[in-house]
């Protein structure tokens, strides 16, 4: 498995910007699907994009426009860039590795590794 560790949470107004970051340790990183779920207090965690070892990438509904996923190789790091924050987007924010590619019928259960998760807060 890989060891995933996020950075780059915190407190933020609406309307402004963060930068997650997601650093992975072995060997499979340039082969992995990486990946940034998030999970509000009483909701389900959801996907919020997904990143291809090619550079593929996958976004939810309420983040299009708004949120890039990029990574790179050369670091073992997935980052996700969050601008027009709103208070909605407050979740903590978790991202994980899977080995190998991704499908539409594929979720959460099937990313093998995850982070401990980092806190977004976007105040009003």
């Known amino acids: 498995q890989v060891q995933l560790v996020e950075s780059g949470g915190g407190l933020v107004q609406a309307g402004g910007s963060l930068r997650l970051a997601c650093a992975a340790s072995g060997s499979s990183f340039g082969v992995s699907t990486m990946a940034w779920y998030r999970q509000a207090p009483g909701k389900q965690r959801e996907l919020v994009a997904l990143i291809l070892s090619g550079g593929g990438t996958v976004y939810g509904n309420s983040v299009k426009g708004r949120f890039t996923i990029s990574r790179d190789n050369t670091k073992s790091t997935v980052y996700l860039q969050m601008n027009s924050l709103k208070p909605e987007d407050t979740a903590v924010y978790y991202c994980?590795?899977?080995?190998?590619?991704?499908?539409?019928?594929?979720?959460?259960?099937?990313?093998?590794?995850w982070g401990q998760g980092t806190q977004v807060t976007v105040s009003s």
């Open positions: 994980a590795a899977r080995n190998g590619g991704w499908g539409p019928f594929l979720g959460a259960a099937d990313f093998g590794s």
